[in-house]
């Protein structure tokens, strides 16, 4: 079956940065686009990033944009989430996911578009 496994999450003061990895198995990699989602708590999971399968697009919400870099690595079914310059508000969950064969950047940013969800990776931004 399909699993998603995120890490990399932990505490980090502001201003500092966090990697995450999302572990890909039972499924063909390459195929699927691949979005990072986060929860805070109290508000309702919202898109972060997201690139396609090949990994050469690349699609960002605008409250990360610039401090956030998304990339892959399909040899190794891993999509990685490189955080900059954090701020508490980037406190949350956060959630890999994968949409098969999504390759139009404008469905990226819906909860809708994705087929499998990973179990979530916290990451604390203290002030």
């Known amino acids: 079956q399909v699993q998603l496994v995120e890490s990399g999450g932990g505490l980090v003061q502001a201003g500092g940065s966090l990697r995450l990895s999302c572990a890909a198995s039972?499924?063909?990699?390459?195929?699927?686009?691949m979005g990072w989602f986060r929860q805070a708590p109290g508000k309702e999971r919202e898109f972060v990033a997201a690139l396609s399968g090949t990994g050469i697009t690349t699609y960002y919400a605008d409250s990360v944009k610039g401090r956030v870099t998304i990339s892959r690595d399909n040899a190794r079914n891993t999509v990685y989430l490189q955080m900059n310059s954090l701020k508490p508000e980037d406190t949350a969950v956060y959630y890999c996911a994968a949409a098969y064969r999504a390759s139009d950047p404008r469905i990226w940013a819906r909860d809708s578009a994705y087929n499998y969800w990973g179990q979530g990776t916290q990451a604390t931004v203290s002030s």
């Open positions: 039972g499924l063909t990699f390459s195929n699927y686009a």
